[in-house]
């Protein structure tokens, strides 16, 4: 094969990598291997090439599809998206709380489809910044809510700033349900803002388990903010459209990933 023939060759091989990812969301070295009968080295290549490229994530034995670069919505416009899920994720995170718990909900609309469900709770403690779970939470008699002060941040209808960070470094939780904006397996946890990602990092830090809430548009994104490499979780709770490769690699590393 001449050179020319060469390039074309690789070319078209890529260019078939991407179509599979975009109709499987996911690829494997040794499949791909076989499938163009050529050395895993060379399909590796290829996957280097376009994770470079930023049309992919590399995980170990293949790849994922790489979404774009997350963007801030206001709460109304999440409300809205893939709430389904949402509401399934919601009602398993009930699951893993205990009766007498004391447990912090992140701002969001996964971690406020956690609160729609704790009035079966007789003694529950519940600390939060966000505005709208105050609201739906104060109207359970067995809860009790504790509210941090802070600067009001319209679009995400919560509060931040030193006086929130002052106020929870006060206190010590069983669990700290985490909502988020974006997660990548090599880059963490990340969000739009600065004040979000400062007050995520005490929460993780005064909570015995870090348990991530998020559905599975949120998984292979980075966004502005760094917050935590995701060794920091302890749990997953997601939709069963993670990607089979997504879910093994986090599980390897121990942490434990719920599909609903």
């Known amino acids: 094969m001449d050179e020319n023939n060469k390039i074309v060759s690789v070319i078209e091989r890529r260019n078939k990598i991407i179509d599979k990812l975009e109709s499987d969301n996911q690829v494997l070295v040794s499949e791909l291997s076989n499938e163009f009968n050529v050395s895993e080295v060379t399909i590796r290549n290829d996957l280097a090439y376009l994770e470079e490229k930023g049309i992919m994530h590399r995980t170990h034995g293949g790849g994922i599809k790489q979404r774009k670069v997350a963007l801030e919505y206001g709460l109304t416009e999440k409300q809205k ?34 609160a729609k469900n704790l009035s079966i709770f007789k003694n529950l403690t519940v600390i939060t910044n966000a505005l709208n779970i105050i609201s739906q939470i104060k109207e359970y008699p067995n809860i009790h809510l504790i509210v941090p002060g802070g600067i009001l941040k319209p679009q995400s209808v919560a509060l931040y700033g030193t006086p929130a960070e002052d106020a929870f470094k006060n206190y010590y939780c069983d669990k700290f349900f985490m909502g988020t904006d974006a997660i990548d397996f090599t880059h963490g946890l990340s969000t739009p803002t600065i004040e979000e990602a400062h007050l995520n990092k005490i929460m993780i830090q005064i909570s015995k388990e870090v348990i991530l809430v998020a559905d599975s548009s949120k998984f292979n994104k980075r966004n502005f903010v760094f917050i935590a490499p995701v060794n920091i979780l302890h749990t997953i709770i997601t939709d069963k459209d993670l990607p089979q490769e997504s879910k093994s690699a986090y599980e390897n590393i121990g942490i434990k990933v719920i599909l609903v």
Do not use: Y
Request: glycine share 6%.
């Open 81 to 114: 998206q893939n709430l389904p899920q949402k509401k399934r994720i919601g009602a398993k995170a009930v699951e893993l709380i205990q009766e007498n718990e004391t447990i912090i909900l992140d701002s969001g609309s996964t971690t406020m489809e956690i």
